[in-house]
């Protein structure tokens, strides 16, 4: 049985990032992209990520170009995401998030979501401590409105 713990991305830096690194934190994985008119979440994100980060909880970006609002590259997204947003939460290399060449980890957050089809820039998925998906948030849900989802799920030990 396949749990979140067992996909692996790749840093922007190149690093590979194993889920299973994140086992009993809290995680926020939000597809996102910097050219998109919901980018200013990302100050929501960083600002969430800042406050809880001590207590367990990861946010982790994963731009995409699925919508065509990315920069054109990654370097260049990295770039714009730290000088506009001052973001320090992990990104990784852009993905697909919907069709054939949908990444596996969107595949299988959509799958245990319940939902289907990304349908925009910024969806959000809460995962808890178990590794299970909590909730789904719109891209429209700004972070900063499911803080009190976030701190519930912190303090699920």
Not at 74 to 100: A, I, L, S, W
Request: hydrophobic share 35%; net charge negative; glycine share 8%.
């Amino acid at each position: 049985m396949t749990t979140i713990y067992d996909f692996k991305e790749t840093e922007m830096s190149g690093e590979e990032i194993a889920l299973e690194t994140y086992r009993g934190q809290v995680l926020l994985i939000v597809n996102t992209a910097s050219n998109c008119g919901l980018a200013p979440q990302f100050k929501g994100l960083e600002a969430l990520y800042q406050k809880y980060q001590s207590e367990g909880l990861v946010v982790l970006g994963l731009p995409s170009n699925q919508f065509h609002q990315e920069k054109a590259d990654d370097e260049t997204t990295h770039d714009y995401c730290q000088r506009h947003y001052g973001v320090t939460f992990p990104m990784t290399k852009r993905v697909m998030v919907n069709g054939d060449e949908a990444d596996p980890l969107f595949s299988y957050l959509k799958q245990e979501a319940g939902h289907g089809r990304i349908k925009w820039n910024f969806t959000k998925f809460l995962i808890g401590r178990d590794g299970q998906v909590l909730e789904r948030f719109a891209p429209t849900t700004r972070p900063l409105t499911f803080e009190t989802a976030i701190r519930d799920a912190l303090a699920d030990r």
